[in-house]
Nanobody
Framework: QVQLVESGGGLVQAGGSLRLSCAASGRTFNSYAMGWFRQAPGKEREFVAAIRWSGARTNYADSVKGRFTISRDNAKNTVYLQMNSLKPEDTAVYYC?????????????????WGQGTQVTVSS
């Protein structure tokens, strides 16, 4: 069992930056690939970024490539999402998720555990 708690969301102006954190409970954090997803009002949940258990491989949605960076610190049981050059269309609830297959997936069905989400609002 893994429990995930996101933090770092908030209100920021377009062009600004935020760093989201996701703290995981349990001693097997490095057994999981980790992903970030987001869901805007009235829209389906969509993939943002994922990182392999070792951190050696990452994957990004086209909409965030070059602006967002996913990273992890296995010693701290934490995964991060650095978001730069934010746009109003990045406004959403951001969720982190854990994938026991340990490899990067862009599909939510592969993820076993989810956090409660953190709100990111980008004003124009």
């Amino acid at each position: 069992q893994v429990q995930l708690v996101e933090s770092g969301g908030g209100l920021v102006q377009a062009g600004g930056s935020l760093r989201l954190s996701c703290a995981a409970s349990g001693r097997t954090f490095n057994s999981y690939a980790m992903g970030w997803f987001r869901q805007a009002p009235g829209k389906e949940r969509e993939f943002v970024a994922a990182i392999r258990w070792s951190g050696a491989r990452t994957n990004y949605a086209d909409s965030v490539k070059g602006r967002f960076t996913i990273s992890r610190d296995n010693a701290k049981n934490t995964v991060y999402l650095q978001m730069n050059s934010l746009k109003p269309e990045d406004t959403a609830v951001y969720y982190c998720a854990a994938d026991s297959t340990r490899v990067v997936h862009a599909t939510a069905l592969f993820y076993d555990y989810w956090g409660q989400g953190t709100q990111v609002t980008v004003s124009s």
